[in-house]
């Protein structure tokens, strides 16, 4: 069975810095993306970045990169040079083979303070 | 545009009675989702459907119903057996040609008193 691991409920970082937000997964299908998504307080699912297992790359989209560890089974997802803008809600979330649904984690708050 | 619509953004229904969410996309997508999310917390599935008149349950089906009568559309019926219908129900799209998109819509904030 899929499991997505988010072990950090809340996190800070100042404007401007980086920040590292924890996911591990655990599955036996060789083939799997991986999904990050943020929340603002409006509610609405905004996607933010994927990594398909077989990507030799790490997945990166403008100031959002994904650090894929496959071994480790580690896919965290790093924002630079943060913004006010990006407090909000960030979800980790997996799909294995074909179009199944999306299994999420809890989720971290990020709070990004000026 | 195309795109995924719920309605309506905020929905109050007394305890005992059922309510349908609405869930309409215009984007060709063979899949379709319901999940439910509760404060706090993360998304947890409650029904999928990969083709038309076919659909699955998910981890939490129970007081939940649903139909795909047509691709476009996946409404979602929380009943009265639903035990805390109170959430927040967010509606998801995805193509069998793009599994590495999975498009969200607005989500419809539910409260039952």
């Known amino acids: 069975a899929q499991k997505i691991t988010q072990t950090q409920p809340g996190m800070f970082v100042q404007e401007k810095e980086a920040v590292t937000l924890d996911c591990t997964y655990d599955?036996?299908?060789?083939?799997?993306?991986l999904f990050w998504y943020k929340q603002p307080s409006s509610g609405e699912m905004i996607f933010l970045i994927y990594?398909?297992?077989?990507?030799?790359q790490n997945a990166t989209e403008g100031r959002y990169s994904l650090n894929f560890q496959k071994a480790r089974k580690s896919a965290n997802l790093v924002i630079s040079a943060s913004q006010l803008g990006d407090s909000a809600m960030y979800f980790c979330?997996?799909?294995?083979?074909?179009?199944?649904?999306?299994?999420f984690g809890k989720g971290t708050r990020l709070s990004v303070i000026a | 545009d195309g795109g995924i619509t719920q309605s309506p953004k905020y929905l109050f229904r007394k305890e005992g009675q059922n309510v349908t969410l609405s869930c309409e996309q215009n984007?060709?997508?063979?899949?379709m989702y319901w999940y439910r999310q509760d404060p706090g917390q993360g998304l947890r599935l409650i029904y999928y459907?990969?083709?038309?008149?076919?659909?699955q349950k998910g981890d939490i089906a129970e007081g939940y119903s649903v139909s795909r009568e047509k691709k476009e559309s996946f409404p979602l019926t929380v009943t009265s057996a639903q035990k805390n219908p109170t959430a927040f129900y967010l509606c998801?799209?995805?193509?069998?040609?793009?599994?590495?998109?999975?498009?969200f819509g607005p989500g419809t904030r539910l409260t039952v008193t």
């Open positions: 998801a799209s995805s193509s069998r040609e793009s599994p590495y998109e999975q498009y």
């Open positions: 599955t036996s299908d060789p083939s799997y993306g």
């Open positions: 990594q398909g297992s077989y990507d030799q």
């Open positions: 979330a997996m799909r294995e083979t074909g179009n199944t649904p999306l299994v």
């Open positions: 984007l060709n997508h063979d899949a």
């Open positions: 459907s990969q083709i038309v008149n076919d659909f």
